[in-house]
């Protein structure tokens, strides 16, 4: 079972995120669920939501507590909070910023996973560049698939396509993929 859990803020599409994963995981042909967690539900409050990706039924409905993958969709989260807490040791964290770990201070965490399962990426820029705004979910996936391989670009795309519509959900396609190739492109400068 990969066990997935996505920080960010109210508004960011935290929830959707996690519903898109579940969908693209089923695409791919695995059962999969996802499910919120919310404090005070209004927007910019911590929101937390999670998603699991099995190839038999899932039963768990409890939070999850040591996760696979963490995405962190909103920086600001770090100076309240510790998202990458449980974390596995093979894990993987995906960070939603154009600093580097080193200047987020998550050195530690970085040297704690193998080489390459800590990246950040600026998706909230990539987002404002192809949507106009900042919503970075869509392109936090595409850089989920790329990091991770847990679901194919192609499912995450069609995940999109099938929750928005007409041009919404092409441009968030094309965000998804635009993270992807980020990626792609930066692994190939640090091999």
Known sequence: MVEIRVHGRGGQGVVTAADLMAYAAFADGHHAQAFPSFGSERTGAPVVSYCRIEDREIRSREPILQPDVVIVQDPTLLAIMNPFSGLKPGGYALVNSQKSPHELGLDKVV???PEGHFRTMP??????EILGRPMPNAVMLGGLASLTGIVKLDSVSDAI???FKGKVGNLNVEAAAAAYKYLKGEEEKTC
Request: no cysteine; glycine share 0%; aromatic share 0%.
């Open 111 to 113: 040297s704690s996973l």
């Open 123 to 128: 998706a909230t820029e990539i987002a404002i």
């Open 161 to 163: 396509r099938e929750r």
